[in-house]
């Protein structure tokens, strides 16, 4: 069997981007987003949506998912100021009619394939924090700080002045 360069198969293309008009400003969307933006994406929606307990909440998910695709797939322009106050931006981007004009004209297969992904992420995250191995993982982690605080006040009771202190507090407490 005879060997066939993909290059021959497939050379190389872009998907046009489209252009729609909203509020008398042109808007180009991008029809494919390359592997790695969509990556890109995905982790910056993920990075953004997870709270200190390392779950995700749902609300939060799909306004950061959102928002990151207006990023990703427009000339839309949200500064990162703009997005200390996602909510803000998300509210704009439903009032106005601009998230719906612009996933209209998405191919449907393009933004289905990233909700998948992106909530299939999510889960993994949230299954592996609540694992055996995630717990460990925090417990360690946990640890490690204790430790280095422990380390801290040794070295800060090498001072006499401290181990005065210490005693001091010890002799009131009873």
């Not at 005879?2 to 198969?9: G, Q, R």
């Not at 207006?70 to 839309?76: D, E, F, G, M």
């Not at 401290?162 to 010890?170: H, K, N």
């Amino acid at each position: 069997m005879a060997k066939i360069s993909l290059n021959k198969l497939a050379p190389i293309k872009r998907a046009e981007n489209k252009s729609i008009t909203i509020q008398e400003q042109e808007v180009s969307i991008v029809q494919y987003l390359p592997s790695e933006e969509k990556g890109k994406l995905i982790q910056a929606v993920l990075d953004s949506a997870i709270d200190a307990t390392g779950f995700y909440s749902p609300i939060r998910l799909d306004i950061m998912f959102h928002i990151e695709v207006i990023r990703y797939y427009t000339n839309i322009s949200i500064t990162e100021k703009m997005m200390e106050e996602p909510n803000k931006v998300y509210d704009l981007l439903i009032l106005n009619g601009i998230l719906d004009k612009v996933l209209a004209e998405i191919p449907e297969d393009e933004y289905e394939t990233l909700v998948a992904t992106v909530e299939e992420c999510a889960d993994q995250v949230s299954n592996y924090a609540t694992s055996f191995a995630g717990t460990l993982n925090a417990a360690q982690s946990d640890f490690s700080i204790t430790s280095d605080n422990i380390n801290k006040m040794m070295e800060t009771l090498h001072d006499p002045e401290a181990i005065g202190l210490v005693q001091d507090v010890l002799q009131k407490l009873g």
